[in-house]
């Protein structure tokens, strides 16, 4: 599968955004889905997931903020992000994986500031 991000940009802190990841090829549904971050420097960090099952679970620091859904009817991918703090800022991933298989988006910015 191949993955597209979009929907970043630049934002105050308590504002919000909607990330969207879209995937191309077959088989959307069977693929567990993240979303992560990075900020120059350091490691890539593990934002959300939610499984083939609908199934989801978050990074402590991002509960209560952030929602993270799917449409397997469309192949998307969504990161609904709310209250939004400048620690908030990096670069936003969307993975795809499964038995075999594991794809990666290019990443979206994401800018939260004054």
């Known amino acids: 599968v191949q993955l597209v991000e979009s929907g970043g940009g630049s934002v105050h802190p308590g504002g919000s955004l909607r990330l969207s990841c879209a995937a191309s090829?077959?088989?959307?549904?069977?693929?567990?889905m993240n979303w992560y971050r990075q900020i120059p420097g350091k490691e890539r960090e593990l934002v959300a997931e939610?499984?083939?099952?609908?199934?989801?679970s978050y990074e402590d620091s991002v509960k209560g903020r952030f929602t993270i859904s799917r449409d397997n009817t469309k192949n998307l991918l969504f990161l609904e992000m709310s209250n939004m703090k400048p620690e908030d800022t990096a670069v936003y991933y969307c993975?795809?994986?499964?038995?075999?298989?594991?794809?990666w988006g290019q990443g979206t910015q994401v800018t939260v500031s004054s």
């Open positions: 993975k795809a994986y499964n038995w075999r298989e594991i794809s």
């Open positions: 090829g077959t088989g959307f549904s069977g693929y567990a």
């Open positions: 939610i499984d083939r099952y609908g199934s989801t």
